[in-house]
């Protein structure tokens, strides 16, 4: 991985005079560290001059055991506390009385309480749209991770599907489908995943309870692993047995709405069109009020990304090499809801589809 291609990318956000990162995904994707955020306090410094590392002694040689990062650490330890290493940095890079571009998600108070008790002129300015942004754009590398991960997740759903039995509680169906992913090859999962079946499946976020499958209901799985920190997130809606005429013009409604959003989706196409592609589909069913939800989301180390953004009222537009979800969603309280979630890659000319799972409603048993 070129991180000190990406490092470079963050030497030219303006206005900043250094960026702090803390343990996260952040300092994962420009420094390939997976550190732990923790009581203990890491920080991440860019500069011009390159790398620094506010780190306790015993995290250390992570940092020196990469010669790749040429980083300058400022060490500390648990008798003598973080507060000396942190005014170590803020001096010798020559802070004192800068601009630290931070990102305001992820940045603790403890940290920033520390460097401006330390010098009460350091200025802090939010970047992390920024941040995003730099990694809205995925590399080769980034995108075969994901190919693997959606590749595991989706074999192990066919298999699942032979399994799958009326009677079978939400939470033992997720169970197996996390065995069958973790023995496929998956590093672990990209998020619980969720099962939901009959009436529960018309809460877009609800959890996977005890409630028992029945035959004729809707069974909604939202599952993903994860290879190399990268993961898949994929939706589909089953019925096992005979779904109701209604069900069926509800799973129809809204697998022509997720076709109409990714038939949309292209370069230069601002992100709310997309969304609207799909949302007048279900509008002109009478579903409209029930689609409650965006249409999809950046996808990538973070299973959510800000960028892009697939929903009404966001214009900027989508550019090659970004990945998100298309998942519209019909959600009709004491009968159920319906997802169908593809994961999508914005290519020079169109969209690429990365997700191959079947998107039809019936499976026998």
């Not at 995290?59 to 507060?83: C, H, I, M, P």
């Not at 995108?143 to 759903?157: D, K, T, V």
């Not at 709310?272 to 996808?299: C, K, M, N, P, S």
Request: proline share 5%; aromatic share 6%; hydrophobic share 40%.
């Amino acid at each position: 991985m070129d991180y000190q291609g990406r490092i470079d990318k963050l030497m030219v956000i303006g206005g900043v005079d250094a960026i702090a990162i803390v343990p996260g995904t952040n300092m994962h994707y420009f420094t390939g560290l997976d550190v732990h955020l923790s009581e203990r306090p890491i920080v991440a410094l860019f500069t011009q001059d390159g790398l620094s590392v506010i780190i306790p002694q015993l995290e250390a040689q992570k940092v020196t055991n990469r010669s790749d990062l040429e980083a300058r650490l400022f060490v500390w330890n648990d008798e003598e506390g973080y507060e000396g290493a942190f005014a170590r940095a803020l001096h010798e890079l020559g802070l004192q009385g800068k601009t630290l571009g931070v990102d305001g998600m992820t940045m603790r108070v403890t940290e920033w309480l520390t460097f401006s008790e330390l010098d009460r002129t350091l200025k802090v300015k939010p970047v992390e749209r920024e941040l995003i942004g730099i990694r809205a754009r995925k590399t080769p590398d980034e995108i075969a991770a994901m190919r693997r991960a959606i590749a595991i997740s989706e074999a192990a759903l066919h298999k699942l599907l032979e399994e799958i039995q009326p009677g079978m509680s939400e939470k033992a169906i997720a169970a197996r489908l996390d065995a069958l992913m973790t023995e496929g090859g998956g590093d672990g999962l990209a998020f619980e995943s969720l099962i939901q079946t009959g009436p529960n499946s018309a809460n877009p976020h609800g959890s996977s309870t005890h409630r028992a499958l029945e035959r004729d209901e809707f069974l909604l799985i939202d599952y993903g692993c994860k290879v190399d920190g990268y993961p898949a997130d994929i939706t589909r809606t089953f019925c096992l047995g005979t779904p109701s005429a209604e069900m069926q013009k509800i799973y129809d409604t809204v697998l022509r709405a997720n076709e109409a959003a990714k038939a949309a989706a292209k370069p230069g196409v601002p992100c709310e069109q997309v969304d609207r592609a799909a949302r007048q589909v279900i509008e002109a069913e009478g579903y409209g009020q029930y689609f409650i939800h965006r249409t999809g989301h950046g996808l990538g180390l973070d299973v959510h990304e800000p960028i892009p953004q697939i929903a009404g009222g966001v214009s900027e537009p989508l550019e090659p090499g970004m990945t998100f979800t298309i998942e519209p969603g019909v959600y009709v309280p004491g009968l159920g809801g319906v997802r169908i979630e593809d994961n999508v890659l914005v290519t020079d000319t169109g969209l690429e589809v990365l997700t191959s799972f079947p998107r039809s409603l019936r499976i026998e048993t």
